[in-house]
């Protein structure tokens, strides 16, 4: 019982009154430091904390051991590194931060000098094979995001190295989700080595105490009249396309059955029969059909669950590469496109969603004055119609988009610099509303709000869990989900509650699978001195910088 009543972490490494106590997390850690564990939390209940204090458990107990912390972006990575620094009791000369932008010859000399790395995934694996890295002294290594070890992702091979070069390896893999598919989570398993899953949710009863509940509700909204003409044409084409595939045999399903995830089946299934076939004619018009079959569809589905200006800037992305696609310049040639554009050209209404967007952030920020919303949106052109709109609408309120760094047409994308300065004025206050796209659901420092609203349902359950990890930080917190009245808004919605709710059981069935790897060694513990731990230096601050 007396445990309970610890505020604070306590440990040699650990600054003194920096990690507030949390039991499940402790109970975690010992596992964790024990055999190669996937942890599974939902966003805001502490994987970072828990990957600090394993590191310090085993920095502390192998003097000469090295730890590595690697996560999929570089604004992740410094993430970690500024967090780890926070907590943890280092020497300048201990820690490296080593990004792509970090040459490869300076890469090579950190990786002897450190000993506390923070890295891309991308990077690790580039010195692993140029011959610059060796992960045989490593103690511990860090997955972050780790649901994406899977396929040729980065996460694969250096896990695989580890395993393979390291007599006594030890991983640990962070995520909010790993899955809904078994063989998804048996996939990520197996990439990392994975010995024992550690898994929690809000309702768990250690975890609850530290949770604070989240109010979810979801808003149907009828589509405009207007958009019947558009989106009876777009029907029309898309599923003459898919009658010829369903005719000439390519479907397996009718028509009126088919959806993207088996359009997409078709395409791969007529890729590997392109290989063998002889007469491959046939086949490369299955495969015009094919693909007009989707982009048709995708057009459809950004009128209903988007709007008028979504679907403007797509086409005008078609008509822009039809010189090079020949499947969008046959779209561009069939005469009912021409009259899809005039229907465009023409006063349609906003999405009736933006309505209820507006109406559902206004009395949010009336009902406090220090509330702060952070809006989701799929596609770039929607945040920034998005921000336009609710900038409009809310006077004297900054509204700002937040985005990727990469460039697309004529939108630009935000620096790392101007991607930090926008958090900073979102958690200064400064920006009221932010609207942001996927960039914004994993795993980055976005401040913890009081509302998050999905302007479309997403069917990931990773991505479901991501975004609604945003609020209930600290304090009570509401999710708001727009839906409208279309098959793919609807579709997406229960595909992803679905999938949240056998996720669970998924993992513990995969969990009874799990093997023990095989180990060449045991470490003999050999712990840092008491004039190593008492180095004055460990407790004057220093900025975290790359190299």
Same mark, same amino acid.
């Given at each position: 019982? *007396? ?22 997390? %402790? ?51 410094? #993430? ?9 009791? @280092? ?11 970090? +040459? ?17 995934? %991308?990077?690790?694996?580039?010195? !692993? ?34 395993? #393979? ?20 989570? %048996? ?16 309702? +768990?009863? +250690? ?7 989240? $109010? ?16 009876? &044409? ?44 002889? %007469?491959?004619?046939? &086949? ?15 057009? /459809?589905?950004?009128?209903?669950? *988007? ?16 010189? $090079? ?32 967007? @507006? ?10 004055? $220090? ?22 609408? /809310? ?9 990727? #760094? ?12 101007? #991607? ?41 359950? =990773? ?17 708001? =989900? ?6 793919? +808004? !609807? ?22 699978? /799990?093997?023990?790897?095989?180990? /060449? ?27």
């Amino acid at each position: 019982m *007396q445990e309970d009543l610890k505020e604070f972490f306590e440990h040699p490494l650990l600054r003194p009154k920096t990690l507030r106590y949390r039991r499940y997390q %402790e109970e975690i850690v010992e596992e964790a430091v024990r055999r190669n564990t996937l942890v599974i939390l939902p966003t805001a209940l502490g994987k970072t904390v828990i990957s600090i204090l394993a590191a310090a458990h085993l920095l502390h107990r192998y003097r000469r051991g090295r730890v590595l912390v690697m996560a999929p972006t570089r604004p992740l990575v410094v #993430q970690h590194a500024r967090s780890f620094l926070a907590s943890v009791r @280092l020497l300048p000369s201990e820690l490296r931060v080593l990004t792509g932008r970090v +040459d490869p010859e300076r890469r090579g000399r950190a990786w002897r000098e450190g000993r506390v790395f923070f890295a891309t995934p %991308e990077v690790v694996r580039n010195d !692993l094979e140029g011959g610059r890295l060796s992960l045989q002294e490593f103690v511990l290594l860090v997955f972050d995001e780790c649901h994406r070890a899977v396929k040729e992702y980065a996460y694969t091979l250096v896990a695989q190295r580890y395993l #393979q070069e390291c007599p006594h390896p030890l991983l640990l893999g962070l995520t909010a989700s790993p899955g809904s598919s078994p063989e998804r989570i %048996e996939a990520v398993c197996r990439a990392l080595g994975i010995e024992h899953v550690e898994y929690r949710t809000e309702l +768990d009863e +250690d975890v609850s105490p530290y949770v604070h509940p989240v $109010e979810v509700s979801w808003h149907r909204v009828p589509l405009p009249p207007e958009y019947s003409p558009l989106s009876s &044409l777009l029907r029309e084409m898309a599923g003459e396309k898919v009658r010829w595939l369903w005719e000439h045999g390519y479907l397996r399903v009718p028509p009126s059955r088919v959806t993207r995830k088996i359009l997409l089946g078709v395409g791969e299934e007529l890729r590997k029969k392109l290989g063998t076939a002889r %007469e491959k004619g046939p &086949l490369f018009t299955a495969m015009r059909y094919q693909s007009l079959s989707l982009t048709l569809y995708h057009a /459809l589905e950004l009128l209903e669950s *988007q709007g008028p200006h979504a679907l403007r800037s797509f086409l005008e992305g078609v008509e822009g590469k039809s010189g $090079e696609r020949r499947t969008y310049s046959l779209l561009l040639r069939d005469p009912r496109y021409a009259r899809l554009r005039e229907l465009l050209a023409s006063a349609l209404p906003e999405h009736p969603k933006m309505e209820r967007l @507006l109406a559902e952030v206004k009395a949010q920020l009336e009902s406090s004055g $220090e509330s702060r919303v952070l809006v989701f949106a799929q596609y770039r052109a929607t945040a920034s119609r998005l921000v336009e709109y609710l900038s409009q609408g /809310l006077k004297g309120v900054r509204v700002e988009r937040f985005v990727g #760094q990469s460039s697309r047409a004529r939108d630009s994308g935000l620096k790392q610099r101007e #991607q930090l300065e926008v958090l900073d004025r979102f958690r200064r206050g400064e920006t009221r509303v932010l609207v942001g796209t996927s960039i914004a659901e994993e795993g980055l420092d976005v401040p913890s709000v009081d509302m998050v609203v999905f302007y479309e349902p997403v069917p990931s359950e =990773i991505r479901y869990i991501q975004r609604k990890g945003r609020t209930g930080r600290f304090s009570f917190g509401r999710v708001v =989900i727009l839906l409208s009245e279309s098959r793919f +808004d !609807l579709a997406s919605h229960f595909s992803s509650r679905r999938k949240v709710k056998r996720m669970q059981g998924l993992v513990r069935e995969v969990e009874r699978r /799990l093997q023990p790897i095989l180990r /060449l060694s045991v470490p003999s513990p050999e712990p840092m001195t008491e004039e190593e731990l008492s180095d004055p230096l460990r407790d004057v601050p220093f900025r975290v910088e790359e190299g």
